[in-house]
């Protein structure tokens, strides 16, 4: 499995449901530095979830925050 598809392998139902859980904004794919990610699209929040092997770890304390 490459770098970058970890979010790709994401169920297309789940993927559309899925959301920031702290804003509930939507959530975009990205690759971050240490792999795949599901970005938050919001402005004010832009928080980071890494996807560890296609399940993106939707957890705010453990987010990557916006430089």
């Not at 899925?18 to 975009?28: D, G, I, M, V």
């Amino acid at each position: 499995m490459s770098e970058t598809s970890g979010a790709a392998h994401l169920e297309p139902w789940l993927r559309e449901i899925l959301r920031c859980p702290a804003c509930r904004s939507e959530l975009r794919d990205e690759a971050g530095e240490a792999g795949p990610e599901l970005v938050c699209v919001s402005d004010t929040c832009g928080l980071a979830y890494r996807v560890d092997d296609g399940v993106p770890v939707l957890l705010v304390d453990e987010a990557r925050r916006p430089a």
